[in-house]
């Protein structure tokens, strides 16, 4: 029995179909059908149902991918063993988001990559939510607010974000002192989204309304310089305009709570170590690049 046969049939259960694990393979989709029915014909028996939106497990299917899968989580176990300490190859495909991912999480993947000269780095960038399994990514970094899920997360830091508006518009239209007044401005926002801010011990949750939105946080932060109204944004996106004095930050006694970065992976994925080492990058990022830090805004006003 071919192990590259079980293996293909691991990754084609676990995304549920032919077409998105050959993608996660980088091979054919014939060439995983060839070793689906190869795999089937020495077992005697049908292991995927195929259907018009992919594959399902059958009963047999589902028994012998419990074994299939600590077959491949021991042959990846070996190979980290055997290989030189630190060294990773293969490949890492990981998702990032569109938001500040260019700016400022591409040079970390750049680095994993120089460290490492046998992996190959395919990276996506995208704000919308990926399905990791069904795309055939190993893993994502999210920002924000972590909905409940089967992913496995990492934090690797903290997203700190502040209320900001140009001196123009602070000149023409004053500032809010209280969550209760942004009722009164023109907010930017990229969609219907609600505004948490800090009231001593309490969170208070605001929903704003603007005339201007957009599906980018450094467009919002343009148009905030541009004098357009007040934009809740992150430190990391309105750190260069502050400093620049294009930018002030704004209800400085009311912060909003700080959100979280994640690396998030699917259960049970043997790219375990390549995810964990670009999570430990990330934590390092976090922790040492001051656009993420908790920035004393309040005194650049």
């Known amino acids: 029995m071919d192990i590259e046969d079980i293996l293909t049939f691991v990754e084609v259960a676990e995304a549920e179909g032919v077409s998105a694990a050959a993608?996660?393979?980088?091979?054919?989709k014939s060439i995983v059908s060839r070793?689906?029915?190869r795999l089937e014909e020495e077992l005697g028996a049908q292991l995927l149902a195929r259907t018009t939106r992919g594959a399902a497990l059958t009963e047999a299917g589902a028994i012998f991918r419990e074994h299939a899968?600590?077959?491949g989580a021991e042959i990846?176990?070996?190979k980290e063993t055997l290989?030189?300490?630190g060294d990773l190859r293969g490949r890492l495909r990981v998702a990032m988001p569109l938001t500040f991912g260019p700016t400022h999480f591409a040079p970390v993947l750049a680095d994993m990559a120089r460290r490492h000269p046998h992996l190959h780095v395919h990276a996506a960038y995208s704000d919308r939510f990926v399905d990791l399994v069904a795309e055939g990514f190993d893993c994502a970094v999210r920002v924000g607010y972590l909905p409940d899920s089967e992913l496995l997360a990492r934090r690797v830091g903290p997203i700190y974000g502040t209320l900001v508006a140009s001196p123009d518009y602070i000149k023409a239209h004053g500032a809010p002192r209280k969550p209760g007044e942004i009722a009164a401005h023109q907010a930017l926002m990229q969609g219907t989204e609600a505004w948490q801010f800090t009231d001593g011990n309490e969170i208070v949750t605001i929903k704003p309304q603007g005339r201007f939105k957009a599906d980018s946080a450094a467009a919002l932060?343009?148009?905030a310089a541009a004098g357009l109204g007040i934009a809740w944004l992150p430190n990391c996106i309105v750190y260069d305009y502050v400093a620049d004095g294009a930018l002030v930050p704004i209800m400085t006694d009311h912060p909003p709570p700080p959100a979280g970065a994640y690396v998030v992976r699917p259960p049970g994925r043997h790219s375990e170590r390549k995810v964990q080492v670009l999570a430990d990058l990330m934590t390092d990022?976090?922790?040492n690049d001051p656009h993420f830090g908790a920035i004393?805004?309040?005194a650049r006003q």
Not at 23 to 28: A, K
Request: no cysteine.
């Open 69 to 71: 899968g600590r077959i």
């Open 296 to 298: 004393d805004l309040a």
């Open 35 to 37: 070793r689906l029915l």
């Open 221 to 223: 932060a343009a148009a």
């Open 76 to 78: 990846e176990a070996a």
């Open 23 to 28: 993608r996660r393979l980088g091979v054919s």
């Open 83 to 85: 290989r030189p300490a």
């Open 285 to 287: 990022l976090f922790a």
